[in-house]
């Protein structure tokens, strides 16, 4: 049998874990884990007592989590938000203007010395092929 824990519980947990210095603290007997509990209940995760017991690491991997978490809800509402056909239009319009890039190119002559001689084939992704 499992035993699951009361939420209230695992959100301390997952508390402690982000301050560290706390575990410290009791480990030298400093303070007590029923102190540390209370404390946490009436006065909440946000006051300004727990900040000494921040290690700078965890502060700044807190932060990277959260707009690692901005970034990709961003981008999710980007990407739910994209119009299929319109995303197709543009890329076959940006495919066009290479080939126009790329005829320009070989109507002046630029480039002629990276050209495979006559009757291979071209490796280049871009390179334009004469029929």
Excluded at 82 to 106: C, K
Aim: aromatic fraction near 10%.
């Amino acid at each position: 049998m499992t035993k699951t824990l009361h939420p209230s519980i695992v959100e301390f947990k997952e508390f402690v874990k982000r301050h560290p210095k706390l575990v410290q603290e009791v480990r030298g007997g400093h303070k007590q884990w029923q102190e540390v509990y209370e404390n946490w209940v009436l006065l909440g995760e946000n006051d300004s007592i727990w900040k000494p017991y921040v290690e700078e690491g965890s502060k700044q991997t807190q932060e990277e989590a959260e707009n690692k978490a901005a970034f990709l809800s961003s981008m999710m509402n980007a990407i739910k938000n994209m119009d299929a056909n319109q995303m197709n239009h543009h890329i076959h319009q940006v495919s066009n203007t290479i080939t126009t890039f790329q005829n320009l190119l070989s109507q002046f002559g630029i480039g002629q010395g990276t050209t495979p001689k006559s009757g291979s084939q071209s490796s280049h992704p871009f390179s334009f092929r004469k029929d």
